[in-house]
Structure formats: C-alpha cells, structure tokens
C-alpha cells in the first residue's frame, strides 16, 4: 500500500515531502551499513564515536547523526524507506482512499 502511494502520487520516493521521508526513513538500517566501516583518520573511530561521540551508539542513533550531518542528498533513499510504516501511516489516517488502480490517495 505505501508503495503503491509513493508510485501512483509521487513517482518515486525522494519526491516525497520531507516530512513523510523522515517519517518513515529506516535510520537503523543506514546507521547499521555505516558501522561496518571504520572512521577517522586512521580508521581508528567506530561509526558511533565518528558521528555519535559514543562507541556504543545504537544503529539508529547513527544513522541519524549522519543524516543530520550531512543530509539526505547522496543519499538512496528509497533503499532506507520503509514502505510499510507508510502504509501504517496512511491507514490510521482518516483522509486517505483506495483508487480504482489500487492507488492510496491521501486528500
């Protein structure tokens, strides 16, 4: 169902409004990809002591130490997003419908 909005609605998912990326952007998924490499200049740092301060950070509180260092451009979205939290989103929403093609319109 989320995917199906993003696709009918916006074509893609970075066409989505900020707020709804934030909403439902997998932070921990990100932050879990960052900590496999090592930061600093010597590749001495954890991703958590890079972008946290904190070696034992969650993957979540990496990733979004990172996106708010650095945004999401550059970034693929779409790999992070978690349809399905939209989905949720939409459905406990009291404006959306069901189109004809299966599409979720949101008014």
């Known amino acids: 169902m989320g995917y199906k909005y993003v696709v009918e609605l916006y074509d893609d998912v970075e066409n989505l409004p900020k707020e709804l990326i934030e909403a439902c952007f997998n932070y921990g998924m990100l932050g879990r990809e960052l900590s496999f490499d090592s930061y600093g200049e010597n590749d ?13 950070a969650t993957d979540e509180e990496i990733g979004e130490a990172f996106v708010e260092e650095a945004g ?36």
């Open 72 to 107: 999401f451009p550059g970034i693929d979205v779409t790999a992070y997003f978690d349809f399905e939290r939209l989905g949720i989103i939409l459905t406990t929403q009291d404006d959306w419908t069901i189109t004809t093609t299966g599409a979720v319109a949101v008014y």
């Open 44 to 56: 001495e740092m954890s991703a958590g002591e890079y972008f946290c301060g904190d070696e034992n």
